[in-house]
């Protein structure tokens, strides 16, 4: 099963409960994969007090044009979508690396065969373990734009290497592009909130998305007792609690290091009914 | 003068900073750059002045489904284009406008067509003008929304002679977060004493310290660790000009859609000093 964890607002617990959940699921004797779709600002390893191993470095395409077989025709700048490639009139194209997206369009339009391969880094792929869980992470290169492009390389590396039984894709928060292609092929999901208005708003973008993408959802209600508004169909409530919040700053997960608490109990129970 | 508001990681109370800065400023316009989950028009109430639509992105068609023998899902980079039982299928979620297939395939008149990415909206609040994006989600192209909401707020200021626009920023570093910061004079930096938020705004930092943004820091949720508290200390030394307490009033203010600086408690106050402290620096 591959189980998507998001939310839509930031900072609601989504990579906590992911982490405890998966750690709840590795307890309860199944073998997890863990994927930490935020490229954007990774924390799974953090939460997990798990270093970043097993480097990757990842590349995409740069188009690198050949002054002596460009005829300054213009035609990869009226092709580039993206604006990443300009041209002062009569003279050789210029290239704003950041903004290429790394689609060849230009290469293709090129009648010339001027443009050649050449490449940027925008990023590394890890993979670690931590009480027996498989964690696979990536890291976008800042200034770098193509989160999405990251995300696919932590999901094609963690279902190609990745021998878990359970997969659990953390998202990032928003509901932009890079969360949708870390939650295809999801089977079910869990959308976190909390039950503030900012919370309430975004869960309601967020459901649309899963809605789109045809994922069925449980909603979980981080921080329920900070607010006396209760939230309809939910499935799991998890009250504002300061041993969580320690646990957070500690970098041990609740279900491991107060297995007894009830907090923990919550989330084992909720991983348990996930299971069926 | 253009700032940014900023932390990386998501809920560490950029928007509770926001807000609280933008109260305390004269004359101010507020961009809310968060175009996936807005939140400011929450908090800020006000009769809407404008709306329209924006598209951001395109989508390759086909005009005629009559594929040859060519290597069709090859060509392109983000595996949007399916052959399936001699017919080609563009996969709508995956597809980025980006043209090689208009060009490689001129067989299947592929016309690119513009998508409706969202909304570009503008309130009139009691004490500014707010301008907010409402992309049609999970959408692309939440970074040309984001532009585009920055260029609508500085047509609105140089109409109106408002000196500062502020620009809350979404979660992350990626591309509506580099929009946001694109062009700023200042960058206030929020963070919390927690191991995954000192990372990660350090990591938006480095978008800053790119385009050679001057910055400072604020401490959000102080009294939840005294190790990380000093960490933030001893990491950004004098660019933190305010520590705000952790105080139970906010997220119930938050949880009402009242911006928490017009609260009695101690966090109240120290985000009303904090908004004075920001208004200094880039006074």
Request: aromatic share 6%.
């Amino acid at each position: 099963m591959i189980l998507g964890i998001t939310g839509g607002k930031g900072g609601t617990g989504k990579t906590v409960l992911a982490v405890n959940i998966a750690i709840a699921f590795s307890k309860m004797g199944k073998k997890v994969t863990y994927l930490d779709c935020d490229v954007d600002c990774p924390a799974a390893h953090i939460l997990f007090g798990a270093k970043l191993e097993n480097e990757n470095e990842i590349k995409s395409f740069l188009p690198s044009i050949n002054e002596e077989k460009c005829m300054k025709c213009g035609k990869c700048v009226e092709t580039c979508q993206f604006n990443a490639l300009y041209q002062i009139k009569g003279e050789k194209p210029s290239l704003v690396e950041s903004l290429c997206s790394g689609c060849k369009a230009c290469k293709v339009a090129c009648p010339f065969g001027a443009i050649e391969d050449n490449e940027k880094t925008i990023g590394w792929t890890y993979k670690t373990e931590k009480y027996g869980i498989e964690l696979f992470s990536g890291k976008l290169r800042p200034s770098d734009p193509l989160s999405e492009k990251m995300v696919e390389e932590v999901k094609e590396r963690a279902f190609k290497e990745g021998k878990g039984e359970m997969f659990i894709v953390d998202t990032s928060a928003g509901a932009h592009c890079q969360v949708v292609r870390a939650l295809e092929g999801c089977d079910m999901a869990v959308a976190v909130t909390e039950p503030t208005l900012f919370g309430i708003h975004d869960l309601k973008v967020i459901s649309e998305v899963l809605g789109k993408l045809k994922i069925p959802y449980e909603t979980a209600v981080n921080r329920s007792t900070i607010s006396e508004r209760k939230l309809e169909n939910t499935s799991l409530e998890i009250p504002y609690d300061r041993d969580m919040i320690n646990c957070y700053v500690e970098g041990i997960p609740i279900v491991e290091k107060l297995p007894e608490h009830g907090i923990s109990k919550k989330i084992s129970e909720f991983a348990g009914r996930l299971l069926k | 003068m253009k700032i940014v508001i900023l932390s990386g990681k998501g809920g560490t109370g950029k928007s509770c900073m926001t807000s609280a800065i933008a109260l305390n400023i004269e004359k101010c316009i507020l961009v809310d750059a968060d175009v996936d989950c807005p939140n400011q028009h929450i908090l800020f109430k006000g009769n809407e002045t404008s709306r329209k639509q924006f598209s951001a992105s395109k989508l390759a068609v086909i005009g005629k489904n009559e594929p040859g023998e060519k290597d069709y899902e090859g060509i392109c980079e983000f595996g949007a284009i399916k052959k399936e039982e001699g017919k080609i299928k563009i996969i709508e979620n995956r597809c980025e406008g980006c043209k090689a297939c208009v060009i490689a395939f001129p067989e299947l008149e592929i016309e690119l067509i513009p998508r409706n990415s969202g909304e570009l909206i503008v309130k009139e609040t009691e004490k500014f003008p707010l301008v907010y994006g409402k992309l049609v989600p999970g959408e692309a192209g939440s970074g040309k929304v984001v532009f585009e909401i920055k260029k609508i707020a500085e047509k609105i200021s140089n109409e109106k002679n408002i000196p500062v626009t502020l620009i809350d920023a979404p979660a992350g570093i990626g591309c509506p977060v580099i929009a946001a910061v694109t062009g700023c004079d200042y960058v206030v930096g929020v963070v919390e004493p927690t191991p995954a938020s000192i990372a990660n705004v350090e990591r938006a930092l480095e978008v800053v310290k790119h385009f050679n943004i001057p910055y400072s820091m604020v401490m959000n949720k102080k009294g939840i660790s005294e190790k990380y508290e000093n960490e933030i200390r001893k990491k950004f030394k004098d660019l933190v000009v305010a520590e705000i307490p952790y105080d139970e009033e906010v997220p119930k203010m938050l949880a009402e859609g009242i911006p928490p600086v017009l609260g009695k408690g101690e966090a109240a106050k120290s985000l009303k000093e904090m908004a004075e402290k920001i208004n200094e620096v880039v006074g």
